[in-house]
Each structure stands twice: as structure tokens, then as C-alpha cells.
């Protein structure tokens, strides 16, 4: 799973052409060992963003959701997958997947394995 970097109009341009093939999780308590906020997700992802903001530096803190997202490719399908993470005040998350559809099995067994390292 290698990110790259992304800007939060390119991001935003991707997830709108895929959104309708993402798959989401269930709202998921968060290991407090692990995720103590939304910050901490950089740890594991690399370079994730903030997709509320206008711009890359700009961090939004009006909403007290904090929505995440990247851009990574894995070795074996060499397609691209945007990955949604929305953190609330209360230490529960939503993952998202979005990718094409030959994908599919793929973003399922990705999403399992988020739940099984973050879930709580």
C-alpha cells in the first residue's frame, strides 16, 4: 500500500468520479492505543490530507468531523484506490474505499483489514 501525494483538488476531482463504487464501513470505535485522534492515521498512511480544506496547508477545524483522504496504489493490481477516512469527536471512524469495479473483491478485503488493525 504506497501513497503518494496528492492536492485536495485532484483528490476531490478522483473521489467524484469513483464515489458511487465506494464502499464504506459501519461508524467504528477506534483503539485508543492506536488512534487517540485523527492526526495519528498519518502515522500509518502517509501523506494524507485534509479534504475539507481549500488549500493543502489549511486545516479545517469549523466542523467537529475531520475527513481524511489518499491516494494508493498496491503492487499487485497497479490501480489506483482513494481511501476516505472520516474520524468524529468520539473516537469512532468511517473507512471508504473507492476504486473501479474489477477492484471490487480487492477494496472489500482492504476495508477488513482497516477494521481489524484500527477497531477497537
Avoid at 23 to 40: F, G, M, Q, V, Y
Avoid at 58 to 70: C, D, F, H, K
Amino acid at each position: 500500500m504506497e501513497f503518494r501525494q496528492v492536492d485536495v483538488e485532484e483528490y476531490k476531482m478522483k473521489w467524484k468520479k469513483l464515489e458511487r463504487r465506494a464502499i464504506k464501513t459501519e461508524p467504528i470505535s477506534l483503539n485508543p492505543d492506536i488512534i487517540s485522534c485523527s492526526r495519528d492515521f498519518r502515522k500509518y498512511f502517509s501523506h494524507l490530507i485534509d479534504i475539507r480544506a481549500q488549500s493543502e496547508g489549511e486545516l479545517v477545524q469549523i466542523s467537529r468531523e475531520t475527513v481524511l483522504g489518499g491516494i494508493f496504489e498496491l503492487d499487485v493490481s497497479h490501480s489506483e484506490y482513494l481511501l476516505n477516512i472520516s474520524c468524529l469527536p468520539n473516537n469512532t471512524a468511517v473507512f471508504q474505499i473507492a476504486s473501479l469495479k474489477e477492484n471490487k473483491p480487492r477494496v472489500r478485503y482492504l476495508l477488513q483489514t482497516l477494521l481489524f488493525l484500527f477497531k477497537s
